[in-house]
């Protein structure tokens, strides 16, 4: 019999975040074992209130409440690394609390996680039920991450993976930067399944362009090396075709590189906090 923890961060969204337990209890139907929900309380200025009156299986609940705000991703990191501090033996499950995660294969990925034992099961996104901006935009952040780190990351938290594979997540700060590129850079296997991404259950996205840039830099500055390795190449082809054409189009793209080069650098070193990010720990509650 397996033991299944379902790890979700969420600020202020109690709302939609009762609906995707709700949904998840409808979707797990079938799985034998022991489920525990982990509520990652990102510093919300609203009180937890869970509506969880057809909900049975996941009402063992702990909420973990930080001291401030942190967002997502470093939320996720400290859930993990409390769950890798109490030596939990559990298939553990990401997956966000506004809805975009489709909770109905949540069963299919917990399966696949049970299957492959030494992999990371990631849900790769097969299309996005968002606006033409965000998704050109989406669009623009996987040319870029691909075209500097050679890499192409389609995938965001939603995964699911045997608790034996924290110690390998969570040996160095990549997580603490970027849950998918973390997974990406750390991860000795990674299975893909892929997945429609959803439209949020209620409200609409808070998340500003200046977030979601900085957001597509941290996920960048996990492979920082290879972007200064592909970087390198770039520049020098530029500056042949600059000294053999004179364009100053071209000088201009080895200066966007370099200035993208040490923005990545710098972004890569705001991992302060990660060594000790269980003390930004408040409080944990049974809810």
């Known amino acids: 019999m397996n033991n299944f923890i379902i790890l979700t961060p969420t600020f202020n969204d109690w709302k939609s975040l009762s609906k995707v337990l709700s949904e998840i209890e409808k979707n797990i139907k079938g799985l034998k074992g022991k489920f525990r929900t982990l509520i990652i309380n990102d510093a919300s200025n ?16 702990d909420i973990i409440t930080l001291k401030k705000n942190m967002g997502s991703q470093k939320s996720i990191c400290i859930g993990l690394k409390y769950l890798k501090k109490i030596k939990t033996k559990a298939i553990i ?13 949540i069963k299919k990925l917990i399966n696949l996680a049970i299957k492959n034992p030494n992999s990371v099961i990631t849900a ?46 969570l040996s160095n700060a990549n997580l603490w930067l970027a ?5 990406k850079k750390n991860s000795t296997s990674i299975k893909s399944y892929y997945v429609s991404r959803k439209k949020r259950y209620f409200d609409s996205s808070k998340a500003k362009f200046s977030f979601l840039f900085k957001h597509s830099l941290s996920i960048i500055s996990v492979f920082k090396l290879d972007v200064l390795k592909n970087s390198i190449i770039y520049c020098f082809i530029l500056l042949l075709i600059f000294i053999l054409t004179k364009n ?12 993208l080069n040490i923005a990545v650098y710098y972004q890569s070193k705001k991992i302060y906090n990660f060594q000790n990010c269980l003390n930004l720990i408040k409080h944990i509650k049974r809810y």
């Open 124 to 169: 790769n996104r097969s299309g996005r039920k968002e606006s033409v901006f965000f998704k050109t935009l989406y669009r623009i952040h996987l040319f870029l991450t691909f075209f500097l780190t050679g890499k192409y990351i389609n995938f965001g938290n939603y995964c699911s993976f045997n608790s034996q594979n924290l110690k390998k997540l």
């Open 179 to 183: 849950c998918s590129a973390g997974i």
């Open 248 to 259: 100053l189009v071209v000088f201009m793209g080895i200066l966007v590189i370099v200035i």
């Open 46 to 61: 609203i009180r937890p209130k869970l509506h969880l009156k057809n909900i049975s299986r996941l009402r063992k609940i």
């Open 93 to 105: 499950t990401i997956i966000d609390s506004d809805g975009e995660d489709d909770p109905k294969k």
